[in-house]
Each structure stands twice: as C-alpha cells, then as structure tokens.
C-alpha cells in the first residue's frame, strides 16, 4: 500500500510547455513537500506547504487538503528542468512527523 | 557551503564487509535522517534521530546501525554487508519533525558484490 501516489510516472515536454505533476496521499498530513532530484545528483527541497499555493520563480505548487492532492506546476519548461520530482508527505499522525515519499515523477524537457 | 555532507560518495564492498557512511551538518538542526532509495521504489526511511543522542528505528533498519556522535554527525554502519544493501544512501537533516524543511545530502552509492 502506497501512501503516496504520483502522476505521471515519466513526463516527456517540449520546451516552453506547461507541465503539471500531480500527488495524492491517504494520511493525515502535516505538510507536504515537493523535492527534485538531478540525475546524479542530490536531492533539493523545492517546497514544503500545508495549505494554498506556493511560487518560486516558474514554480508552482498547490495543495487540497479536503482531497488530498497537490501539483506541481512549472510554466514555460526548460531543458534544465528535467529531472525527477519527487512528492513526500508528513503525517500527522506520527509522533514525529514521519515522511512518506512517492516513487517519482521522470521529467524530460527537450529543446 | 551551508548544509550536509556525507561520505564516501561511492564504495564497494564484498558481502561480509563492515563500512560506516558518515554525514555532519552544519546548519545547527535537530533531526537528522538517512534514508535508502533503490529503484522503482520511493526513499524509505532506514533510521532517524530526533536530537543528540536518541536514535530510532525507520521503516528498513536491519542490517544497519546508527550514532548520533553529536548534534552536527550522524553514522550510519553496516556490520555485516549484504547484496540487498546495494542502494543510494542519502543523509538528510531538519530543525524539527518531518514537517519542517529537509535538507539532503548528496548521496553515497553502495555496491555490496
């Protein structure tokens, strides 16, 4: 049983695209992160948000707490987007706020 | 560079093997973490420490131990090593639960033959 669930699994744009990633989860939750993951490289929190919307720079993330969802946006993609997105969530029930992570969203941002 | 680092970056080792895989942080945080990420499959959680000197076990933790040496170093050793402990190891931090901001480190690549 996966307490997080992402779509899609792999993502192929062509340059300029919107791109949407979306994550639903089955818990409780604190808060839910958004993180990127660069081929060979390590992983780098883009946003943590427990309500709303969050921007940074062609970034967005939303969250619905009733439905339990979130998306990650990113407008006018670019090459140097592709990577894997990674959704975690906090669950609020765990006494320390324990994270469950989705398997990861491939994305491909070709000129 | 503020965050975390963890060594090695690579290691192989021969099933029966003994390794430690260190990481500090230097950002004065509470909760340190490391995790494993194999493919297909998400981070999953191997121990975590909620403050200097209390550890506690994740999701996945046999086959490994832990030390909290301080506030800044987290250890994570296999005593014994295992092919199905080929894997990504990642250490990553935070001031407080997991609903506060996670800093990751670079990761450690793990080849047990």
């Known amino acids: 049983k996966n307490e997080v669930e992402q779509s899609p699994q792999n993502l192929t744009a062509q340059e300029g695209e919107f791109i949407t990633i979306n994550c639903s989860y089955s818990v409780g939750i604190s808060a839910l992160h958004w993180l990127q993951q660069h081929p060979g490289g390590g992983i780098v929190s883009l946003f943590m948000l427990s309500s709303g919307k969050k921007k940074h720079g062609r970034l967005i993330a939303t969250i619905n707490i009733q439905e339990k969802h979130s998306s990650l946006h990113i407008t006018a993609s670019h090459p140097r987007d592709s990577a894997v997105y990674i959704c975690?969530?906090?669950?609020?029930?765990?006494?320390?706020?324990?994270?469950?992570f989705g398997r990861g969203t491939q994305l491909t941002v070709w000129p | 560079n503020a965050g975390v680092t963890q060594t090695p970056k690579f290691q192989v080792l021969k099933t029966g093997q003994s390794m430690t895989l260190q990481c500090a942080q230097d950002m004065n945080h509470n909760s340190m973490y490391w995790y494993r990420q194999d493919p297909g499959m998400g981070l999953r959680l191997i121990y975590y420490s909620a403050s200097e000197g209390t550890t506690d076990k994740g999701e996945v933790p046999n086959g490994y131990n832990v030390s909290r040496l301080n506030k800044r170093e987290f250890s994570l050793r296999l005593e014994s090593a295992a092919p199905s402990q080929t894997s990504v190891y990642f250490c990553a931090s935070s001031w407080g639960s997991g609903a506060n901001v996670l800093t990751f480190g670079a990761g450690s690549r793990l080849t047990v033959l």
């Open positions: 975690a969530v906090s669950d609020r029930g765990s006494t320390l706020g324990r994270l469950y």
